[in-house]
């Protein structure tokens, strides 16, 4: 749970998404600005409607996260984590970074330490336990 939750706060430090999304909008319909492959219905009856083309899969959600093991969440959370820290760096080289710089990269620093101590073998079956309590599947069942 906190493997997602973590990564959930950050998951596009780690990768690009959506990846081939559709670029022109459909008739009557535009692109609705800072998300690719969302278009939102201009003219005609469906004026308002919004049509998200992107691929639902794949979609950096919880749902889709609980669906990925430990050891994938584990490496997608250090691969965040150090994407946002050399965001970080990058900012404070250009002097635009915010006045709780250090505290931030410490939490960051942190949470790698965290991340690396999980083992991903004993968090699967802890959730496996949990999600058979609840009468819940594992998206890897």
């Given at each position: ?66 669906k990925k093991s430990s050891a994938e969440l584990k490496q997608l959370l250090l691969q965040a ?47 496996n336990k949990l999600l058979k309590g609840f009468k819940l599947k594992n998206g890897n069942d």
């Open positions: 749970g906190l493997l997602v939750q973590r990564l959930l706060c950050r998951w596009w430090y780690a990768y690009d998404w959506p990846e081939n999304a559709q670029k022109e909008p459909p008739e009557k319909y535009d692109a609705l600005d800072g998300f690719p492959g969302v278009f939102v219905c201009t003219s005609g009856d469906q004026v308002g409607h919004i049509l998200d083309t992107r691929d639902e899969e794949s979609r950096p959600c919880f749902q889709n996260f609980t984590l150090d994407g946002q820290e050399r965001v970080l760096q990058q900012a404070q080289q250009n002097g635009t970074a915010s006045a709780d710089f250090e505290t931030v990269l410490k939490e960051l620093k942190g949470m790698r330490k965290w991340t690396n101590k999980v083992n991903a073998n004993k968090a699967d079956k802890e959730a």
